[in-house]
């Protein structure tokens, strides 16, 4: 099973800040199986990023994926209100898809 | 595009919950649709997919044996029989669709509780 480990747990900062998030895997990923979601409170996630780096269908350009093999890293070059969130990334390289522990971006 | 899960559950121990998750918008055969939970403050986790056209499946080796995936082409609806039911289920279960690798449509998740 390929374990995803996401940095930091918590990122404190203040709208119009840039979020660099961090995805590590335990085995290499084919750049193709990893996504970027975004979940908020009582909602289900929501897909913002998949193929490691092609935004899907409505998401603004602020939001960027980059990375290969074991690393890789959503970015958020700036925070508007609704960017306040729970980030998690996905793979599907190998059975069983798993997901990663998950980033809260917060406001400082 | 929309998925509608069927409504909240409360179980006992050891019993088995069925979850619905009728897809509408789109051609629901021509499709793969995976089902993931989320404990309470636990990361997402997944359970299995099911391919809407041929009815293959592939489930968690962790749920092997517990968990069945199904559909009816007729209805458009997919659904997660999960069985041997304990506190440990207790979570939210989505259905989502896959696209491109990536669960790009999901729906807005059922609760399901395990309480004697």
């Known amino acids: 099973e390929i374990v995803l480990t996401q940095s930091p747990g918590t990122l404190s900062l203040s709208a119009g800040e840039r979020a660099t998030l961090s995805c590590r895997a335990s085995?290499?990923?084919?750049?193709?199986?990893l996504a970027w979601y975004q979940q908020k409170p009582g909602q289900a996630p929501r897909l913002l990023i998949y193929g490691a780096s092609t935004r899907a269908t409505g998401i603004p350009d602020r939001f960027s994926g980059s990375g290969s093999g074991t690393d890789f890293t959503l970015t958020i070059s700036r925070l508007g209100p609704e960017d306040f969130a729970v980030y998690y990334c996905?793979?599907?390289?190998?059975?069983?898809?798993?997901f990663g522990g998950g980033t809260k971006v917060e406001i400082k | 595009v929309q998925l509608v899960q069927s409504g909240a559950e409360v179980k006992k121990p050891g019993a088995s919950v069925t979850v619905s998750c009728k897809v509408s918008g789109y051609t629901f055969t021509s499709y793969v649709f995976h089902w993931v939970r989320q404990a309470p403050g636990q990361r997402l986790e997944w359970l299995g997919w099911?391919?809407?056209?041929?009815?293959?499946?592939k489930y968690s080796q962790k749920f092997q044996g517990r968990v069945t995936i199904t559909r009816d082409t007729s209805t458009s609806t997919a659904y997660m029989e999960l069985s041997s039911l304990r506190s440990e289920d207790t979570a939210v279960y989505y259905c989502?669709?896959?696209?491109?690798?990536?669960?790009?449509?999901w729906g807005p998740g059922t609760t399901v509780t395990v309480s004697s």
């Open positions: 996905q793979q599907y390289r190998n059975s069983p898809l798993t």
């Open positions: 085995q290499s990923v084919n750049s193709n199986y």
């Open positions: 099911i391919n809407a056209d041929n009815g293959n499946t």
């Open positions: 989502a669709r896959m696209y491109t690798d990536a669960l790009d449509v």
